[in-house]
């Protein structure tokens, strides 16, 4: 089992602009391609919502599209006119990303230090545009924030010239980045919810805060099992399930929020690798594509979940959860209750 750990509290480094390279993306859809061929830069996070002419403590983030590493000749040894050697850690970090990820084109966010933000605000922008990317089912990683492109590293004697921050470390051998194209509708997505997301944050409202970590975890936990129990616990955490009646509330959540059939919702709860089995460690006979595939169908489901509330602005807590599944009348399955989770059998 492997997750994701952030490596620092704040960016210990000065740049004008950061780089933070988004390891797994690594194809868009052609409307986003047009765009970034004229305009070199998407701009996804602004420091004033325009809806609102609310001004916020965040720097500018775009997005932009990295050149293919072409020079992986480099010099360990080379100094800075500071005299300094890149340190062995650092080193090691930033080489384990040369793969097929970033032998071609890749893409980054950048941040815009223009007007000298706090560094702990830097970090802070950085880690709410990969939430959200995460939220819209993007799988990555955002190993590095560098004060240059990662592609450019390795020409010339960059490699002693740039300043560097480890920020997440996960395993990544056994974690899963496919991908579909990024589209210009995710990025739209994320500006139009972004700030109501981020003052949730700031107004101390957590609803979101565990079933986040819980998404997080299935993206960079390397066991498949690790993987679907961890989004059937988000998933527990976002609709917050009551004592009573889990069945019932899990499935009907599950077509109201996640936009499911009455028939898949009924197999996410109840049949072998469902919520009812996983979250207990229940042995299962299932082959690795089932279950790779009911992975990444709970995890789509998930994330509109998590959308549904995004995108209207309302809270999951359990006022607004019960008032929304009321309105709606759905038949209810014949199904099994979880003798671990509503008493025995």
Known sequence: MANVTMKTNEVNFDANRYHVMLYGINHIDSQLEDYLRENILFSVFAPEDSKTGEEFILPWIYLRKVSAIKNKKYDVCKKDSGG?????????????????????????????????????????????????????GFKFITPLITSMPYARIFDGDNISKVDIDLLEDAGINETDFSNR???????????NNI??????FCLGNNEFELPIEMLYASIFSSSP?????????????????????????????????????????????????????????????????????????????????????????????????????????????????????????
């Open 225 to 345: 099992r690790t993987k679907i129990a961890s989004l059937f616990s988000g998933i527990d955490a976002l609709i917050k399930t009551p004592p009573n009646n889990i069945s019932k509330i899990v499935i009907k959540s599950l077509q109201v929020f996640g936009g499911i059939s009455r028939n898949n919702a009924g197999k996410y709860w109840g049949d072998s690798i469902g919520r009812n089995k996983m979250i207990h460690g229940v042995k299962n006979t299932k082959s690795e594509l089932e279950i790779s595939t009911r992975i990444n169908d709970v995890r789509d489901c998930f994330c509109k979940m998590l959308q549904y509330f995004i995108e209207r602005q309302i809270l999951p807590n359990i006022e607004n959860i019960t008032q929304i599944l009321e309105k709606y009348s759905i038949e209810y399955l014949d199904v099994d209750i979880c003798p671990h989770c509503e008493g025995e059998l």
């Open 84 to 136: 300094r050697i890149l340190e062995s850690r650092d080193f090691s970090h930033i080489m384990r990303f040369m793969d097929g990820n970033t032998l071609e084109e890749h893409f980054e966010l950048v941040v815009d230090n223009g007007s000298d933000y706090d560094k702990s605000c830097i970090l802070a922008s950085v880690n709410l545009v990969a939430c959200m990317l995460r939220v819209r």
């Open 181 to 191: 194209a990024l589209e210009l509708e995710d990025l739209q997505w994320i500006q």
């Open 195 to 200: 700030y109501w997301y981020f003052n949730q």
